[in-house]
């Protein structure tokens, strides 16, 4: 028995990316009536980075038209 520490495999990186930025930005222009969970289920990541990339990265605001969560891309 060792009591040596085996070099373990570093966590893969999981910060938002260029391409994963971009395929956000498609789900919604496509389809603008998308919920958060709904993105973050099709783009395989969770609902903080979804929200964090729309919101933070993308300059995308939530607004309520009849009843429906539509997102559009602010201009700055």
Same mark, same amino acid.
């Given at each position: 028995?060792?009591?040596?520490?085996?070099?373990? +495999?570093?966590?893969?990186?999981?910060?938002?990316? +260029? #391409?994963?930025?971009?395929?956000?930005?498609?789900? @919604?222009? +496509? +389809?603008?009536?998308?919920? @958060?969970?709904?993105?973050?289920?099709?783009?395989?990541?969770? @609902?903080?980075?979804?929200?964090?990339?729309?919101?933070? #990265?993308?300059?995308?605001?939530?607004?309520?038209?009849?009843?429906?969560?539509?997102?559009?891309?602010?201009?700055?």
């Amino acid at each position: 028995m060792s009591c040596e520490n085996k070099p373990k +495999e570093p966590r893969p990186h999981t910060s938002p990316s +260029e #391409d994963m930025n971009a395929r956000v930005e498609q789900m @919604v222009t +496509e +389809e603008r009536c998308l919920t @958060v969970k709904q993105i973050a289920a099709n783009a395989g990541i969770s @609902v903080g980075s979804v929200d964090t990339i729309l919101h933070d #990265d993308l300059c995308f605001q939530l607004v309520t038209v009849k009843f429906k969560i539509v997102y559009y891309k602010h201009r700055l």
